[in-house]
Structures are given as structure tokens and as C-alpha cells.
């Protein structure tokens, strides 16, 4: 997929306070340009927590060419979040006025931000329509809001792995990783974008423990030697994690993202979330996962309960809630048919 920058002339203002001039936001897109009379359908892509806007990367089995999402045959856009480390703008990007990162002066970011971030990029593109919209986690969060948002926009989104409002329980799993960045004595001393870095492995570590299951763990992790002394092959699997993410991102970045998610309330302002769902015009499939410890399954149904029209599909998987990045054959079984309901026709690749 091919990488892009917009940057928004003029002033965004962010939803709890603050404004920034000349945001930028980092986006991919399918390679070949979409053009006036293009016959290709829009498939948007929302992406989750620390991954990036190109879904080929962190998605490689269900993104690409010649795969379910087909980045030849469907205009495919997905959009980096502002507060990621991946481009956008966000505490680790460079404030000019000052001539370092903003650190902690970079404004706070909710869900809805997020979604108004995508909208620039949407009409910069020049998109009118989306034909299908497609999220998991906090990807399916925007997923979500932007089906209230901009309800004329949107023909059809999948929601995976997410639900209406944040529970106390995801929130509890978010201030834990916050307070193991901030027992980090380096992460506040702002010096350079290493700081917190220990912090940022530690809250990683936190972090999979939530997406994952007992069962996976059992399965992938398991000791293999009958006489060993001390169990170290796990320990060893949350020490990797947490570099390879500490190698990746940085601790600045992370922090506002976690507490973006706790921002995510469909309802505000909108008279309550069952209010805020009943209004939603888009054709909805709404994915669960039935060993989701993060999402428990119930709080899909409800969401599907309460869209006027919508769909619930259940996956089963012994990995939770990564299960919606790993259990890509049953997600191509949810999704395909709504692939060929966009197209009007079979989707075959060699026909093209």
C-alpha cells in the first residue's frame, strides 16, 4: 500500500480542550490512485492500538493483493491515529514552536477526534461514500462513532471485538499500564523519547495478559522440558513482547492512546448509548469473540441488539482477544459475503 500525509490547513480543535495548527495525519491507501469514474469500492480500515495505517503489515493475511481485502480490486484506505507513533501528530511528534516533541502538552485525544481525523482524510480523498467500514478493538470503537457521526456516509461496517462504552474493567487495565510508564522515573523527565521506556515494556506486558487467554498461554507457552526448575518460557514471551513493542513505538505515544480508549461513550451527548446505536444507518455486522476476556461476548450482542438491522457472528478462538488478528479464515467466512455484496458481483481476482 502506498503512504500519504495530509496536513489540515487551519486549526483542529480536539474535543476535551486544545488546538493544533497544521495537523498531520498519515494515511495509506491502495496503490493505484482512485480517479473520477473509478469503479472501485471504498473499504476503510480502522486500526487498533499501537498498529500503523498500513494493514498489509499488521494484517497480512486478510490485507493485500490477491487476498480477502484485495488492494487491487477495492480502494482500500486506512488512517493513522493522531497520537500514535507512526507519523500523525501526537505527543512525540515535534512542536516547531518550541523545538522539541510536545511531550505532554500535546492536547488530550478522544475516539471522536480520532473519527475527525479519518473525516479530513475521507474529504481530502474526495470519498463520498464508503462502501464498507471495518474495525477491531478501538479500531472498532471509530468504527462505531463514525457511523453516528456521519450516518449518510457509511453503506456497511463490521464491528469486531469492541462494544458501546468503556468498562470499568478495560478502564482498570488501562490505568495499570499508565502507572507502570509513570513508575518509570524517566518517563516524566521529558528528555527524549526513550524516556519511560522500561515503563512502556512492563504496560506491554500488562497488555497481552488482557488479549490473551489461559488456554493460549497453555498452548504456546508451555514448558517443554518435564524437569525443568523454574518456569521461564512465558516470562521469557513477556519480556520479547515488551522490547518488540518498545522497539517500535514510544512510551509519550502509548500513554495518550490508553487513555484515549477511555474516552470511548458512544452515548455522550447523544442521550444515552441506546439511543445513540438505535440511530445508526449502516448495515452492521457486529463480531464476537467467545474467549474475548477483554470484550466479553455480551457486550457485541448488545450492540447488535440495539442496531436496527444488525447481524452478530461469533468466532471461536483459544487466543481472546487477539483472536480477531489471528482467526483471519473465520473472519474471511463473516466478511467475504459482504466483500461480494459491495461488488454486485463474485469477486474473482483473474476477471479483473
Known amino acids: 500500500m502506498k503512504r500519504s500525509e495530509y496536513i489540515h490547513k487551519g486549526k483542529f480543535t480536539f474535543e476535551a480542550g486544545g488546538i493544533i495548527e497544521g495537523l498531520h495525519v498519515v494515511y495509506h491507501t491502495s496503490d493505484r490512485d482512485r480517479t473520477v469514474g473509478d469503479g472501485r469500492k471504498v473499504v476503510w480500515i480502522c486500526h487498533a492500538l499501537t498498529a500503523n495505517s498500513d494493514p498489509s503489515d499488521w494484517w497480512p493475511e486478510f490485507v493485500g493483493r490477491g487476498k480477502p481485502i484485495d488492494t487491487d480490486w477495492y480502494f482500500v484506505v486506512c488512517v493513522n491515529m493522531p497520537g500514535s507513533a507512526y507519523g500523525s501528530s501526537g505527543p512525540s511528534s515535534v512542536c516547531h514552536e518550541i523545538g522539541r516533541p510536545y511531550y505532554f502538552d500535546f492536547p488530550k485525544i478522544t475516539v471522536r477526534d480520532i473519527v475527525n481525523a479519518n473525516i479530513l482524510v475521507r474529504k481530502h480523498l474526495g470519498i463520498g461514500r464508503i462502501d464498507l467500514m471495518i ?3 478501538i479500531g472498532g470503537f471509530q468504527a462505531l462513532e463514525w457511523c453516528i457521526m456521519e450516518p449518510d456516509v457509511i453503506s456497511r461496517a463490521v464491528l469486531i471485538a469492541c462494544n458501546a462504552r468503556v468498562t470499568p474493567w478495560l478502564t482498570a487495565f488501562n490505568e495499570s499500564q ?40 497453555g498452548l504456546t507457552q508451555s514448558e517443554q522440558d518435564t524437569d ?34 477511555d474516552s470511548h461513550n458512544i452515548g455522550r451527548g447523544r442521550g444515552g448509548v441506546r439511543a445513540a446505536l438505535s440511530g445508526i444507518k449502516a448495515s452492521c455486522t457486529v463480531v464476537g469473540i467467545d474467549s474475548d476476556r477483554l470484550f466479553p461476548v455480551d457486550e457485541q450482542k448488545f450492540i447488535a441488539g440495539n442496531i436496527p438491522g444488525a447481524e452478530y457472528h461469533e468466532i471461536t478462538s483459544a487466543f481472546g482477544h487477539d483472536g480477531f488478528l489471528l482467526e483471519y479464515g473465520q473472519l474471511e467466512e463473516i466478511v467475504g459475503p459482504l466483500l461480494k455484496e459491495i461488488d454486485g458481483t463474485e469477486h474473482n481476482i483473474e476477471n479483473k
Do not use: H
Not at 518509570?184 to 495478559?209: H, M, N, Q, W, Y
Open 135 to 137: 474495525g477491531g478493538s
Open 178 to 217: 499508565r502507572m507502570a510508564l509513570e513508575a518509570d522515573p524517566t518517563f516524566r523527565e521529558c528528555r527524549s523519547l526513550k524516556g519511560g521506556e522500561a515503563g512502556l515494556k512492563c504496560a506491554r506486558s500488562i497488555a497481552l495478559i488482557s488479549y490473551r487467554t489461559y488456554e493460549g498461554y
Open 228 to 261: 525443568t526448575l523454574w518456569a521461564g518460557r512465558a516470562a521469557s514471551y513477556q519480556r520479547y513482547q515488551g522490547k518488540k513493542l518498545a522497539d517500535r513505538f514510544d512510551a509519550y505515544s502509548y500513554y495518550y492512546l490508553a487513555n484515549s480508549v
